[in-house]
């Protein structure tokens, strides 16, 4: 009572009271796990989710109302969609809905071992070329060479010198992409070794291979796997190129690109069958890339919210 009987007493003469400082630091606020980084990041959610469907329709495709989709049915060729052929068939009466199920397993095996392979072989190169001087200038030089030539012209030289198969144009497509990645990694590395704790590890007398791993390392995979979302989105991409000129998997590997090589000579009459295999490619890319830009602001500090 005393207290609230002194709060409401008039102030004395000439007595201000001072103005509430703005507070200086952000309120902690606590993360709340996978389900507050969803909600805080809803781009990864998105891309996420609909890259997990994509990958689920290619693991399951035999059990989604699918057949054969090499098999061949002259009598049915060019049917429009319907409740017996969702997606309609083709000149050769294959069944389109079966072929695009099929068809998610290359493109995402493509996408996917793509971006690991070149992630791998590109972290390794950009590592040591960033981190020992004398071969910084032999393996870039050589990673410039690479570079010159676009990729897709690579991959088709490359896939001229085999015979076209899916583990072809992987190793086509991941030679390609190396030297993206080698760079990325060799400008972190670049500035990760003139950090002051880089240094105290060089002056303690701790080896170059322990430095590399406990320093260098985990500072790079935050930008090399937002980097490895864009090579998988383009693998598929490029592998979608490849099999549409002829120059990638075999006509009888039900890929997205084979199908809409196989459907353009009929667009203007039968437009189905370039679509359905065109709107599969790109939701993929577009998943793919949605969670690329969703790690990348999550993993930017400059850019990350606070969840």
Not at 151 to 179: D, F, H, K, Q
Request: proline share 7%; with cysteine; glycine share 8%.
């Amino acid at each position: 009572m005393t207290d609230t009987i002194a709060t409401t007493q008039p102030l004395p003469a000439g007595l201000v009271i001072a103005p509430q400082l703005p507070e200086l630091l952000q309120p902690v606020r606590i993360r709340r796990g996978i389900i507050g980084f969803l909600r805080g990041h809803p781009t990864v959610a998105i891309g996420g989710a609909l890259l997990i469907v994509l990958i689920l329709i290619g693991i399951f495709a035999p059990y989604l109302g699918t057949v054969d989709p090499t098999a061949l049915a002259p009598a049915k060729r060019t049917r429009a969609p319907s409740a017996d052929f969702w997606f309609g068939t083709d000149v050769l009466g294959r069944d389109i809905y079966s072929r695009v199920l099929y068809g998610a397993r290359v493109s995402l095996t493509v996408g996917l071992s793509v971006a690991i392979f070149a992630s791998a072989a590109g972290l390794a190169i950009g590592v040591v070329s960033g981190f020992v001087r004398w071969a910084d200038g032999i393996l870039m030089r050589f990673m410039d060479g690479l570079m010159a030539i676009p990729p897709i012209l690579l991959a088709i030289a490359l896939m001229a010198l085999t015979r076209g198969s899916v583990g072809n144009v992987i190793l086509a497509i991941t030679i390609a992409e190396i030297p993206r990645v080698s760079r990325l990694v060799r400008s972190v590395v670049l500035s990760l070794r003139e950090q002051p704790y880089v240094d105290a590890a060089v002056a303690c007398g701790t080896r170059t291979p322990m430095i590399i791993l406990r320093h260098i390392l985990p500072n790079t995979l935050a930008p090399m796997l937002v980097q490895a979302t864009y090579i998988c989105a383009s693998a598929m991409i490029t592998e979608a190129i490849l099999s549409f000129i002829g120059a990638g998997t075999p006509p009888t590997v039900p890929s997205w690109g084979n199908i809409m090589a196989e459907g353009r000579a009929l667009w203007q009459v039968k437009p189905y069958i370039v679509f359905f295999p065109a709107a599969f490619l790109s939701v993929t890319v577009l998943a793919v890339n949605l969670l690329g830009d969703g790690l990348r602001d999550a993993l930017d500090p400059r850019m990350a919210k606070r969840l």
